[in-house]
């Protein structure tokens, strides 16, 4: 399933989460966390059940944010999601360590997120966890756990190659994080870039407008898949198999670039 756009939605608010499943974005998370004021989180909680159930999601992933482990909110969250047949993943808040008998009490599929410095030190120990589909990360809780500035984190390689890192050892889609700037579409168009050349799949969003931005950024170009055709068709023809590497277009290819290739068109086929 692409994760090209994964949109946040408000979970206590009716009319965006009606807007949002008309919406173009691979998936749609409705937020139980940070989006939902304390005394809105039980009113949210019903909100995102019915009209989980009520509305057309299409083929989009619907997902729910919940509130962390150990929040007085978290259990109820759980129990009133499992309940829900659509919503098809839950997004872990502020991870730390095996998240899988989250998974196994709501049965649902995982999107840990990466917010503190013991998620960070825990990485693969998170992305083993059982039932565990993609990873992704929050700058601005993260650079509070750390005493950092925000701004420092949001694009911060160091912490955006670990995850990237520990999603591909594992199988995983490696998501990348928000960009709060709304006016200023260039620089999302920039930083999504930035993390596809990294290895990210996808970046998650706050506003409809970044949806159409994110989904060109990590769909592979017409330039992309006619290279990952001639790759192919040359390997085949030659037999790379026995041969090893061969030239295409005056450069070496070899079985790195089959299995880029194959990658690239694979990304190209999914709808």
């Known amino acids: 399933m692409p994760r090209r756009s994964q949109l946040y939605v408000p979970g206590n608010n009716e009319n965006m989460i009606?807007?949002?499943?008309?919406?173009?974005?691979?998936?749609?998370?409705?937020?139980?966390?940070?989006?939902?004021?304390?005394?809105?989180?039980?009113?949210a909680r019903g909100i995102v059940a019915r009209l989980s159930k009520e509305l057309d999601w299409g083929k989009r992933e619907l997902c729910v944010r919940l509130n962390a482990v150990g929040t007085p909110e978290h259990a109820e969250d759980v129990s009133s999601i499992k309940r829900i047949e659509r919503v098809d993943t839950?997004?872990?808040?502020?991870?730390?360590?095996?998240?899988?008998?989250?998974g196994k009490r709501s049965g649902k599929k995982l999107l840990p997120i990466v917010e503190t410095a013991k998620g960070l030190m825990k990485l693969d120990e998170l992305a083993r966890s059982k039932g565990v589909v993609a990873l992704?990360?929050?700058?601005?809780?993260?650079?509070?756990?750390?005493?950092?500035?925000?701004?420092?984190?949001?694009?911060?390689q160091t912490v955006k190659t670990f995850i990237v890192a520990a999603a591909g050892a594992y199988g995983l889609e490696a998501v990348d994080n928000v960009y709060?700037?709304?006016?200023?579409?260039?620089?999302?168009?920039?930083?999504?870039?930035?993390?596809?050349?990294?290895?990210f799949t996808g970046k998650q969003v706050v506003h409809p407008s970044q949806i159409p931005i994110a989904n060109r950024v990590f769909s592979p170009t017409e330039a992309e898949v006619a290279w990952a055709q001639k790759v192919l068709r040359a390997l085949e023809v030659a037999g790379a198999d026995k041969r090893g590497a061969i030239r295409v277009d005056g450069k070496l290819?070899?079985?790195?670039?089959?299995?880029?290739a194959k990658g690239i068109l694979e990304r190209s086929a999914r709808p």
């Open 18 to 43: 009606t807007k949002a499943s008309a919406l173009d974005a691979d998936s749609i998370i409705l937020d139980l966390e940070d989006a939902v004021p304390a005394g809105e989180k039980a009113r």
């Open 90 to 102: 839950i997004l872990v808040p502020k991870a730390e360590g095996d998240c899988s008998q989250v």
């Open 136 to 156: 992704t990360y929050g700058a601005g809780d993260y650079a509070s756990s750390v005493g950092g500035s925000v701004e420092a984190y949001l694009n911060n």
């Open 180 to 199: 709060f700037d709304l006016e200023n579409l260039e620089g999302f168009r920039a930083e999504a870039a930035a993390a596809r050349s990294l290895g």
């Open 253 to 260: 290819v070899d079985a790195v670039h089959h299995r880029l």
